[in-house]
T-cell receptor, first 116, second 113 residues
Framework: GAGVSQSPSNKVTEKGKDVELRCDPI?????LYWYRQSLGQGLEFLIY????????KSGLPSDRFSAERTGGSVSTLTIQRTQQEDSAVYLC??????????????FGPGTRLTVT | GENVEQHPSTLSVQEGDSAVIKCTYS??????FPWYKQELGKGPQLIID?????GEKKDQRIAVTLNKTAKHFSLHITETQPEDSAVYFC????????????FGAGTILRVKS
């Protein structure tokens, strides 16, 4: 079946502009995660959604970052007033459940964001 | 919070030899330990995982071992092939707290033919 998809694959933006990154999880997966992969910081957790529960935003680096998940499926990560340090690959992952049923997280190909 | 350390940062082996990558974690509450393989330009791919109630798990040429007392776990790849060349990441999480993965820094594995 189809895996996790992300768009765009690449995004170049000017410092100060807002960007939106999209994630389409695997159908039926109730949990959705965003991670960031940068040269200096490795892979770091940003935010996760589980069903209709309030999202866990504990990994967001600043209030310029926000995310939403509509209808329990597609998610959008928004970065406002982008800074050069926001340049990284943004990865989305989905999981069947965060409960006992399944822990495996499956990643999309990522969006490479470059802030000039 | 959880901290995961991974060694070595780079590893070169001859085709057919074995490769071992080691990780240590700090939070004794962590109970889920996946390993991911990442090829250039792609997202991480889950290759094997282990839960804290198990000491070892094997899948063909790949095996993972977990020592809860010492808080370390290792990835073993036997009979390496050129297509095993990639970056490998270990991770740890507490499944009851949202299963948010904390990753090691990664190991670049090169298999020379």
């Amino acid at each position: 079946g189809a895996g996790v998809s992300q768009s765009p694959s690449n995004k170049v933006t000017e410092k100060g502009k807002d960007v939106e990154l999209r994630c389409d999880p695997i159908s039926g997966h109730t949990a959705l995660y965003w991670y960031r992969q940068s040269l200096g910081q490795g892979l770091e957790f940003l935010i996760y959604f589980q069903g209709n529960s309030a999202p866990d935003k504990s990994g967001l680096p600043s209030d310029r970052f926000s995310a939403e998940r509509t209808g329990g499926s597609v998610s959008t990560l928004t970065i406002q007033r982008t800074q050069q340090e926001d340049s990284a690959v943004y990865l989305c992952a989905s999981s069947l459940s965060t409960g006992r049923a399944s822990y495996e997280q499956y990643f999309g190909p990522g969006t490479r964001l470059t802030v000039t | 919070g959880e901290n995961v350390e991974q060694h070595p940062s780079t590893l070169s082996v001859q085709e057919g030899d074995s490769a071992v990558i080691k990780c240590t974690y700090s939070d004794s509450a962590s109970n889920y330990f996946p390993w991911y393989k990442q090829e250039l330009g792609k997202g991480p791919q889950l290759i094997i995982d282990i839960r804290s109630n198990v000491g070892e798990k094997k899948d063909q040429r790949i095996a993972v071992t977990l020592n809860k007392t010492a808080k370390h776990f290792s990835l073993h790849i036997t009979e390496t092939q050129p297509e095993d060349s990639a970056v490998y990441f270990c991770a740890a999480s507490i499944t009851e707290y949202g299963n948010k993965l904390v990753f090691g820094a990664g190991t670049i594995l090169r298999v020379k033919s």
